[in-house]
């Protein structure tokens, strides 16, 4: 009948509803999990720098103080 045609169509649309919720929640958690990876590796890439930076001001000292 019918409203048996509707029910089943209402069922399905539901079942793909929840599908395309939780594709949306996996993605959302992929994203997140992007983010904390991204801001990490920015952290690092900072603390490297900073380093580099400080052994390279160190290694200009020494040469400045042997040159004197």
Same mark, same amino acid.
């Given at each position: ?7 089943? /169509? ?5 079942? @793909?509803?929840?599908? /395309? ?20 590796? /920015? ?15 160190? @290694? ?9």
């Amino acid at each position: 009948s019918y409203d048996d045609e509707l029910v089943a /169509q209402l069922a399905d649309e539901k079942e @793909q509803v929840e599908t /395309q919720k939780a594709t949306v929640v996996t993605a959302k958690a992929n994203i997140e999990s992007q983010k904390s990876s991204k801001q990490a590796l /920015q952290q690092e890439y900072q603390a490297l720098f900073e380093k580099q930076n400080a052994d390279l001001i160190a @290694q200009e000292k020494a040469a400045a103080q042997a040159a004197d």
